[in-house]
């Protein structure tokens, strides 16, 4: 688990919770209240299989806030990842990241990456200017200098850590088993295609024994060094008016990865997806 490859699956243990709601599509927001509220905080665990072996490697917080943003008010979301201490030796995690979106729309207008992964530095930032149809973007990391660049914002564009929260608004009983969902994500300076697919209700239990009814849906992953590709990242949140995330499970080079609520604080609504 030394070399480049796996590397980079160690960070996917903590990255792959923000990035596993990458099924946005605009066109299917809910007009309900929006299920989550100032104070919410999520947390989650990360487990590696690595030749069938399954070990507790990474922890993932979610955290809401309501503030104000060029005198506008808006959510802001946090999330912080790291590799447990007992995994720091073999490849040490910190991870942090913020996004500022619309209290309403949950349009982003601000989003921060700040990655430390072993000796791995990255840093991110990128500004939504709706009025002039752009985001500005900033990126750094261990082996790049600093730039910036404009990039064209045409269409409706999530950053990883506000997708979490918009795909939790959308109205999933209105979509068909199959659905393919196109989204656009900006991720490292660069606007992604990608596209996930509805898969309907299943009831699964979660590594606490507890059972809940889910949605459950598929994400087409990126091709590289930890992905090979194909519709191998698989999400299950709650059939109830929170939508909270329970498991996600994914494929990668080497072995497979799985992420699972373990709590939450000040959740909005009671957990009726809970099965007796």
Not at 90 to 118: M, W
Request: glycine fraction near 6%.
């Amino acid at each position: 688990m030394r070399n480049t490859s796996n590397r980079k699956g160690v960070f996917f243990l903590i990255l792959i919770i923000f990035l596993l709601f990458q099924v946005i599509n605009p066109l299917v927001a809910q007009e309900n209240p929006l299920p989550f509220k100032s104070g919410e905080k999520l947390h989650y665990k990360v487990s590696y299989n690595w030749e069938f072996v399954w070990v507790d490697a990474g922890k993932v917080v979610f955290e809401v806030d309501s503030t104000q943003y060029n005198d506008l008010p808006v959510y802001q979301f946090k999330s912080f990842g790291r590799s447990l201490t007992t995994y720091d030796w073999i490849f040490k995690v910190r991870d942090h990241f913020q996004s500022v979106a619309d209290a309403i729309s949950l349009c982003p207008y601000y989003f921060e990456r700040n990655t430390h992964e072993g000796g791995y530095k990255v840093h991110n930032n990128f500004e939504f200017d709706y009025p002039n149809k752009q985001v500005i973007s900033q990126t750094e990391n261990a082996q790049h200098p600093a730039s910036i660049d404009t990039l064209a914002l045409d269409d409706f564009v999530m950053d990883v850590q506000t997708a979490v929260y918009y795909a939790r608004s959308l109205d999933y009983n209105a979509m068909q088993v199959g659905q393919k969902i196109p989204m656009r994500m900006i991720m490292d300076g660069e606007i992604f295609n990608l596209h996930g697919r509805y898969l309907g209700i299943e009831i699964i239990e979660n590594y606490d024994r507890q059972i809940y009814r889910c949605h459950k849906f598929s994400v087409l992953l990126v091709e590289g060094t930890i992905f090979s590709g194909g519709e191998d990242l698989f999400v299950w949140l709650t059939d109830d008016r929170n939508h909270i995330p329970i498991l996600v499970e994914a494929k990668i080079m080497v072995g497979s990865v799985k992420a699972y609520f373990t709590k939450g604080e000040n959740i909005f609504h009671p957990m009726e997806s809970l099965v007796e």
